[in-house]
């Protein structure tokens, strides 16, 4: 089936300095990526919608600044955290949409300290 | 806006025995599509069901049903036999055909099942 590889899968960082996050499309072309981020016990909230070739779609009230989307490929999408501080430590997913549903990656717990 | 709501917090149930989680949903468009998602403690993403709203037959996959009510806009779960491997966070999720492919998702309900 579908894989979404999602890398890394923790990560620990300074406050002040920037981290990237990695999605891939293991099998099959992804044309739309989303990234969620999750608070424990939580639900996912939508970040952005990250389009192929084209600028993210973010949703309100995520600063578009400082998460920085970037989808160069049809397999690659990537999140990048600038300037990270501890408000931002959380859980991200990143998910591809097929033609019969959606996949999503393993997640990434970023602790910002 | 799309809401998608789940009453239920939290649930347990006995292994073996037959659990339902209940999603309710707002919408004015005629078609979209609805997805359980389980999420165990991995946190790990994994499609449970799917159901196209128009088919009326409730998907069925192995253990796990749906009871889709349409017009009262209800999207049940059913776990049967259940066991200890269905522990796990269970969102409800929500797509129109018409607004692009984005997912709206309930708030969750988090199973507990007990030995």
């Known amino acids: 089936g579908a894989v979404v590889s999602q890398h890394p899968s923790w990560v620990i960082c300074k406050s002040g300095t920037s981290v990237k996050i990695e999605c891939r499309s293991l099998d099959f072309q992804a044309t739309t990526m989303f990234w969620y981020r999750q608070f424990p016990k939580q639900s996912l909230m939508l970040m952005a919608t990250?389009?192929?070739?084209?600028?993210?779609?973010?949703e309100q009230g995520v600063e578009k600044d400082k998460f920085l989307i970037n989808h160069a490929s049809l397999t690659l999408s990537t999140l990048t955290v600038t300037s990270a501080h501890p408000e931002d430590s959380s859980f991200y997913i990143c998910?591809?949409?097929?033609?019969?549903?959606?996949?999503f990656g393993s997640g990434t717990r970023l602790t910002v300290v | 806006a799309q809401t998608v709501t789940q009453s239920q917090p939290e649930m347990s149930v006995q292994e073996a025995e037959t659990v339902t989680l209940s999603c309710t949903y707002d919408t004015s468009e005629s078609n979209y599509y609805l997805f359980w998602y389980k999420q165990p403690p991995s946190r790990q993403m994994i499609l449970v069901i799917r159901q196209e709203a128009y088919k009326q037959q409730n998907a069925t996959e192995n253990r796990f049903s749906v009871n889709f009510q349409k017009a009262a806009k209800s999207f049940s779960l059913k776990i049967s036999d259940s066991q200890l491997g269905d522990t796990a966070m269970y969102f409800c999720?929500?797509?129109?055909?018409?607004?692009?492919?984005?997912?709206?998702f309930g708030e969750g309900t988090q199973l507990t099942v007990n030995p």
């Open positions: 999720a929500f797509k129109e055909e018409t607004s692009g492919s984005r997912l709206t």
């Open positions: 998910s591809a949409r097929q033609v019969y549903g959606y996949t």
């Open positions: 990250s389009n192929e070739g084209s600028k993210a779609t973010y």
